[in-house]
Structure formats: structure tokens, C-alpha cells
């Protein structure tokens, strides 16, 4: 688990890397930092779901999402169920 002191330097940093974004270079380089970081969290979902065996509905709930919306975001679209 992520500790609360840990995601605040985080953000704190993130706050501070996006404020230097001052030209349009910058902001690409933040965007796609942003990409990275979604496809991180993805793959991450994915993998405590299959080796966790969490159900989409114990991932959704700590968003404040339900299951569908959970498994859409984060779920192998090729997957049936």
C-alpha cells in the first residue's frame, strides 16, 4: 500500500515538474509523461486481478466507480467477462 506521506511528495513533485511546463515542448513532455503513467496504472490494475485475484467490483470500490466503469478503464477489452 501506498502511504499518504508518499503520494503527497508525489503530487507535491508533479505539481512542481507541471508549473515548469512553460512552452509547448514542456507540455508534450508532461502529456506524455501522463500517458506513461495511465498505462502504468493499467497494467498495474491488471495485474493485481490476475495475480491478487481481486474482482473488478473490489477495484472499482476505492475509486467511488462501479464494476463496469472499472472493468471499461482498466480491463483487457478483449476479455468477455
Do not use: C, F
Not at 499518504?4 to 507535491?12: D, F, G, K, M, Y
Not at 508533479?14 to 512552452?23: E, G, I, Q, S
Not at 506513461?36 to 493485481?48: D, F, L, N, P
Request: proline share 4%; charged share 30%.
Amino acid at each position: 500500500m501506498i502511504e499518504p506521506e508518499e503520494a503527497e511528495s508525489l503530487r507535491t513533485l508533479l505539481v512542481a515538474w507541471t508549473r515548469k511546463a512553460n512552452d509547448p515542448e514542456g507540455i508534450a513532455q508532461i502529456e506524455n509523461l501522463s500517458d506513461e503513467w495511465r498505462g502504468m496504472i493499467k497494467a498495474q490494475v491488471r495485474a493485481i486481478k490476475t495475480e491478487q485475484r481481486y474482482s473488478w467490483a473490489d477495484i472499482a470500490r476505492p475509486l467511488g466507480i462501479n464494476r463496469s466503469a472499472a472493468q471499461q478503464r482498466y480491463g483487457d477489452h478483449r476479455e468477455a467477462s
